[in-house]
């Protein structure tokens, strides 16, 4: 008894968050757009005066998901759902709830199908407290539901299904009817379709990132109730869907700018790099840039300059150039060139060099005298 009691105080105050929610004018805001609306079908009405609520992309920290389109009764007799829509407004994409009225009135110019093409509302109307409903754009059983008609409802449906109003969507603006319309009062959500809601949100295959814009539970017949009969699948996606890049939570303010990355200074001891091979190599792949890091052009570096050649003088590029002295004229007479007057050279004194003396006298060496031959002293 006591869990099942806690478990509705849970469900109480889930639906009660979701509500309040969705009954505030402008609340969630997320940085990138919703998929595209599925192709599906419309389960059959269960019954009389329920109204045909259609299903949209909800948001949650978990990224979009599909909340089932669903049949519910009106608050009151005589008023009429209007969708809610996503609009991309000062760079987020903002989420207006739908609401109850007594007419329908702007949803963003999104075609939800069944009676919604854009603009109003065409699958049925109030009379006597009845709801009658249009056959054309409507699933109802006229064996069980007497109160019905048919009439032809031109549909314009974009070939993308797109899911919210701005660029890459619809262009639709309001009517100054639209515009008095919203200033009316309204009914919020009512506490089945939070239920609704709120159920979609905890199911995981209902995750835009998981079916990829195919949910499996794209309608159902009674709100809440994703298995058995009267829940009808989405047959294909609007259009291909794209994972958005940044999955980072919604934000009511723009992300700052990334700094400028500060340029880095070589170590004294580095080694120099490698020169260059002047054979063909095949190109590095272009690196990715890393969020955060500013890309740098690859601008071509300027050549070095030249050194100038030993004793050659450099002149600079914006220096005047030396000017040539004027041709002279043909007819002009050459003068004679100027005599040369020999100048007398000064004689120079002559300089005093001092004496020198007198070498001293050399002592011959005489021959030594030579002593006769015994033979020669005493002749024979």
């Known amino acids: 008894m006591r869990i099942n009691l806690f478990r509705s105080l849970l469900l109480a105050l889930a639906i009660f968050a979701v509500s309040a929610a969705s009954s505030a004018q402008v609340l969630i805001s997320v940085n990138f757009g919703p998929p595209a609306l599925p192709v ?41 759902w209007t969708p809610g829509y996503w609009a991309f407004e000062n760079s987020l994409y903002y989420w207006h709830p739908g609401y109850w009225g007594p007419t329908v009135g702007y949803y963003g110019g999104i075609d939800y199908g ?9 699958g049925g109307y109030w009379r006597d407290r009845h709801f009658f409903y249009n056959q054309a754009v409507s699933n109802v059983n006229a064996g069980r539901i007497h109160y019905v008609y048919r009439t032809a409802v031109p549909e314009v449906r974009a070939a993308t299904r797109v899911s919210f109003n701005g660029p890459g969507g619809t262009n639709a603006r309001p009517t100054p009817q639209q515009e008095a319309t919203a200033r009316e009062r309204h009914v919020a959500a009512t506490s089945v379709q939070m239920q609704n809601e709120w159920a979609a949100s905890t199911n995981r295959q209902l995750l835009a990132k998981v079916n990829e814009g195919r949910p499996p539970v794209a309608a159902t017949a009674k709100p809440a109730t994703f298995s058995g009969g009267g829940v009808v699948g989405a047959s294909r996606a609007g259009a291909l869907y794209r994972p958005p890049e940044n999955r980072a939570a919604p934000e009511n303010r723009v992300a700052p700018q990334p700094r400028a990355a500060a340029p880095r200074t070589p170590a004294r001891n580095q080694p120099a790099a490698p020169a260059p091979s002047t054979s063909r190599a095949t190109p590095p792949p272009a690196r990715t840039p890393q969020p955060g890091r500013e890309v740098r052009p690859n601008n071509p570096r300027p050549a070095p300059e030249r050194a100038p050649e030993f004793g050659k003088q450099v002149r600079p590029e914006n220096a005047p150039r030396p000017q040539s002295p004027p041709p002279r004229a043909a007819n002009r007479p050459v003068p004679p060139p100027a ?20 070498p ?21």
């Open 114 to 122: 069944f009676g919604y093409p854009g603009t109003g509302y065409y």
């Open 40 to 80: 599906y079908e419309q389960p059959p009405c269960p019954g009389e005066d329920y109204i045909w609520t259609p299903g949209y992309w909800a948001w949650s920290p978990a990224g979009y998901y599909w909340v089932p389109g669903t049949w519910v009764l009106a608050p009151d007799p005589g008023l009429l």
């Open 339 to 358: 005599e040369r007057v020999p100048q007398a050279r000064p004689e120079r004194a002559p300089e005093a060099r001092p004496e020198r003396a007198a």
């Open 360 to 380: 001293a006298p050399k002592h011959e060496a005489r021959p030594p005298e030579r002593k006769p031959a015994p033979e020669e002293e005493h002749p024979r």
